[in-house]
């Protein structure tokens, strides 16, 4: 199953916000705070331009307004095209300034994350991870520490997303094995993740399940997808520099 992959930056979004719709225009204007603007912002240029790709349509405001990604009962998010269904499944994730999105062309359970690699804690480590992962960090060298910790918590948070539940549930539901050497050309390598079951949509309880995955570290930035059915490595999406271009596919 192909995953696609794209990754903008701030400067990458345009000071316009004419490629926005009437709702996305409203939402944007309500939200107080400007580093919530600004990742949220973020996010929808990263979608539309990942959709604009995956859906074989023109980067242009006109088309982008056709375009929204609303927000299931869950929070999940879910792409819309001309008021309708896109047919895809679309995962987001940002931080300090990056926004990724991956997108899959059909229903499937897929989530997405970035994080940067960054100290954290013992008192982290011992409150959101399970006692096999504790013991992972244990055997680690110190050189490799926090890397470990953020390809776990990424892990986490991507299966968390792909059961539409996010961090409402307890993260130690989620155990992470990750595969230092199994590294394809582009640097991604596999992992699974075992859910162990909870409560995920209001009403419904899902069982426990494995979904597998891939992660790739690169300029301190830590990438994780997961999926079911099992996803092969992420397709990077290449897209023209400027807005206004022409079609560009996804194969």
Sequence with gaps: MNVYWLEQTEVDVPAEIDWLNHNEAVYLKNRRFSKRRADWRLGRWTAKRALSVCLDVPAHPEIFRKMEIRPAPSGAPEAFFNNRPAGVTISLSHRDGIAACAVVKSHVEMG??????????????ADYFTLEEQALVARASAADRNRLLALLW??????????RAGLRLDTRCAVVSPFEASCDLHGWSRLVVRYTGGWAVPGQVFPGKVFHGWWQYKDNILRTVVADPPPDSPIALAIPAHFFDGVSRCA
């Design 112 to 125: 997405c994350d970035l994080e940067m690699v960054e100290p954290h804690s013992d008192a982290f480590l």
């Design 154 to 163: 990424s892990a986490k948070e991507s299966a968390l997303k792909a059961v």
